[in-house]
């Protein structure tokens, strides 16, 4: 056995089989948990002074004495089965996207990279704004961009159009969007209410 290559198994399987039966917001706020938890496993290993490829063993192949060989490897495995749970949390949230925004618009939503599917809400809900106020504006950077648009679905009726990128949404920019999982939060805790889209 090679003590400083880890191995770790897949992902869970109850949280997998759970994934197709969990609202988005679970799974985000699972995600939130788990990239917690990786944090403190990096800390970990930084506090050894070592990452996940560093040498476990001594020039001649024995393990390092001025290491806790054992702790790192535990930690190292974790690492890695927390690291396919989180690549398994974003797929179910994109699905949870999908089928939460589906059911809510009668499958009208706009397209947003990558991949998601963006709800901008009811149309009465929505207002697009082009202009300059100063309280939309802190970065003109776009986070997202349009791929297409549903005829007659609120994100066509709020004035979005295919290939738009996507500035400020609500109070996400590109600086807090996570990739997008904030656009989802958002619309879910804002319902009944005008959400901003500055485009």
Known sequence: MDIHTPNAAGSSNTMVANLDNRSAMELITEKDKVEAELKALGEVLDSHGVNMTTSLTTFDGYPRDDIDVAQIRITRARIIHLRNDWKDLMDGIEKAL??????????????????????????????????????????????????????????????????????????????????????????????????????
């Open 98 to 199: 999908h089928v939460h925004f589906a059911n809510q618009n009668g499958s009208e939503a706009a397209n947003i990279e990558p991949g998601l599917q963006a709800s901008l809400g009811s149309a009465s809900d929505v207002r697009s704004s082009t202009n300059n106020e100063s309280d939309l504006i802190q970065d003109t950077r776009p986070f997202a961009k349009v791929n297409s648009i549903v005829t007659g679905s609120p994100a066509d009726q709020a004035g979005l159009h295919a290939g738009d990128e996507v500035v400020k949404f609500g109070d996400i920019n590109w600086l807090n969007h996570e990739k997008l999982s904030q656009v989802a939060r958002f619309v879910q805790t804002h319902e009944g209410v005008h959400i901003r889209c500055l485009a």
